[in-house]
């Protein structure tokens, strides 16, 4: 009997693992506001850190022909293939940038970059293919690609790039109301 509860433990434990594994794992856009050309850069993140991490098969990321994508890099162990007549995402007008690994990978993988005509991006999926002791499972997010007029119509309106100025002006504005509000205040008594 204590058998039998210590594998339904074991058992447990290792769903638990899988999931917490599985949850782990994503796509971070890590883009630097600038103006055009911009740089995109993304960042892998591939499960747990331990040696039962998932197998990480391919990860997909929308392309639109208008945003001018160029110099694609990828790290050591990757290749990565422009399929734009691909329509993995149901998008208008759009293909896709496959990146697959052609070595094991690691847990964090960065250095996956590329410059386009925009500087601004849109959030967009991506699609992660994985496979964790021989099930395959899929992740998706919505990192920042380059706000191309294409992308801009087919995933929605740019997301807007906060400037010093905005900000420094708020943030006085903000300032004068409390100082004018205690003045009233004050004044009222």
């Known amino acids: 009997m204590k058998l039998l509860v210590l594998a339904a433990f074991a058992a447990a434990l290792a769903g638990q693992a899988h999931a917490t594994c ?90 996956f970059s590329y410059t386009a005509d925009y500087s601004s991006g849109v959030d967009a999926p991506y699609v992660m293919d994985l496979t964790l002791d021989g099930s395959p499972y899929q992740v998706t997010g919505d990192p920042l690609i380059p706000a191309s007029p294409d992308a801009v119509a087919a995933l929605g309106s740019a997301v807007p790039e906060p400037s010093l100025a905005v900000l420094l002006a708020l943030g006085c504005v903000s300032m004068w109301l409390a100082l004018r509000r205690r003045r009233l205040v004050k004044t009222s008594r």
Do not use: K
Request: glycine share 10%.
């Open 22 to 111: 599985i949850a782990n794992t994503g796509v971070v856009s890590i883009t630097d506001p600038a103006p055009p050309p911009g740089t995109f850069q993304y960042l892998v993140l591939n499960g747990c850190n331990s040696y039962d991490q998932p197998l990480l098969d391919d990860f997909f990321l929308p392309y639109f022909a208008d945003a001018g994508i160029s110099n694609i890099v990828v790290p050591g162990g990757w290749s990565y293939t422009i399929e734009a007549s691909n329509d993995l995402f149901g998008l208008p007008d759009a293909g896709v940038i496959e990146f697959a690994p052609t070595s094991p990978v690691g847990y964090f993988t960065e250095d």
